[in-house]
């Protein structure tokens, strides 16, 4: 089993900044593959950020390119979402997820370790 707890998130003016963290703990050895996904009220969850374990590479969806950056620190056993030029349309449930294939672009299915979830919300 793998636990994942992400950070407290926040609210933000227009063109602000959030960074979530995720704590992953538990069988963190299995996992190859980390993302970021947000859900909005009466929208279905998607994913915004994927990053293989080892930091090779990541992969971001094209609503969040060039403002969200993924990161981690595996000494920690921590995940990043730093999250700049934020807009209310960013507004969302912000969940962390981990599962034992590698990253792929574009592709968020079969993650089975889910965090708690973590409000990020945007005013304007």
């Known amino acids: 089993q793998v636990q994942l707890v992400e950070s407290e998130g926040g609210s933000v003016q227009v063109g602000g900044s959030l960074r979530l963290s995720c704590a992953a703990s538990g069988y963190t050895h299995r996992v190859g593959c980390m993302g970021w996904f947000r859900q909005a009220p009466g929208k279905e969850r998607e994913g915004v950020a994927l990053?293989?374990?080892?930091?090779?590479?990541?992969y971001l969806d094209s609503s969040v390119k060039g403002r969200f950056t993924i990161s981690q620190d595996n000494a920690k056993n921590t995940l990043y979402l730093q999250m700049n030029s934020l807009k209310p349309e960013d507004t969302a449930m912000y969940y962390c997820?981990?599962?034992?294939?590698?990253?792929?672009?574009?592709?968020?299915?079969?993650?089975?370790?889910w965090g708690q979830g973590t409000q990020v919300t945007v005013s304007s």
């Open positions: 997820a981990a599962r034992s294939l590698r990253c792929y672009a574009g592709v968020y299915a079969g993650f089975a370790y």
């Open positions: 990053i293989d374990k080892d930091g090779s590479t990541n």
